[in-house]
C-alpha cells in the first residue's frame, strides 16, 4: 500500500535537491561566463580568446540543461504530487511506477556519463600532451572542466538519484 505522506515526502526531497543543484550549475556557469569576459576584454591572445570561447560554450550547455530540467521538474513534481495526494491507489500506482521506471533509467546512464567525462578528459589531456598549439591547448582545458564538472555534478545527482530510485521501489513494492 503507497503511503500518501512519505511518497510527497520523498518526491519533494528529491526535486527541491534538482532544483538546488540546478541553480549551483547555473551560478558555476555564471562564473564560467564572467572568467570568459574577463579573458576575451583584458588577454589579446589566442590562447585566451579561444578559452574564452570554449568556456562560454560549456556554460551555455550546462545552463541550457539546468533550464531544462527546472522547468521539466516543476511540472513533473507537480503532477506527482497531486496524483498521490488524490487518494486514487490504482493512479497513484501507476504514476509512482512510471517515475520508479523514469529514475531506474536515469540511474543506468551514469556509468555511460561517466564514461562520456573520461573520454573528454583523455582527449583533452591527449591534446595537451601531444600539440603545441594555443587553441588546441585552449579546447583542451575547456574539454577538461566540462568532463571535471560533470563528474563532480553527476556524482550529487547519481546519490540524489539513488536515494529517490530506493524510496520508490519502497512505495511501489
Not at 61 to 87: C, F, H, K, M, P
Not at 147 to 158: P, Q
Request: with cysteine.
Amino acid at each position: 500500500m503507497i503511503d500518501a505522506q512519505q511518497a510527497a515526502q520523498a518526491i519533494n526531497h528529491y526535486f527541491n535537491r534538482e532544483a538546488a543543484e540546478m541553480y549551483c550549475i547555473l551560478g558555476g556557469s555564471a562564473c564560467l561566463l564572467f572568467c570568459a569576459l574577463l579573458l576575451w576584454l583584458f588577454f589579446n591572445d589566442r590562447f585566451s580568446s579561444a578559452l574564452a570561447i570554449t568556456l562560454s560554450v560549456v556554460a551555455l550547455l550546462y545552463s541550457a540543461v539546468a533550464v531544462s530540467l527546472l522547468i521539466r521538474d516543476g511540472a513533473n513534481r507537480s503532477y506527482l504530487i497531486e496524483t498521490v495526494q488524490s487518494g486514487e491507489p490504482q493512479q497513484q500506482r501507476e504514476a509512482l511506477t512510471a517515475e520508479r521506471e523514469r529514475m531506474q533509467a536515469v540511474a543506468d546512464n551514469y556509468q555511460n556519463l561517466r564514461y562520456l567525462f573520461s573520454g573528454l578528459a583523455l582527449v583533452g589531456a591527449l591534446l595537451i600532451a601531444f600539440t603545441h598549439h594555443s587553441i588546441s591547448h585552449a579546447v583542451a582545458v575547456g574539454l577538461l572542466v566540462f568532463a571535471l564538472s560533470g563528474t563532480v555534478i553527476d556524482r550529487y545527482s547519481e546519490a540524489r538519484a539513488t536515494l529517490y530510485l530506493g524510496a520508490l521501489k519502497t512505495q511501489t513494492s
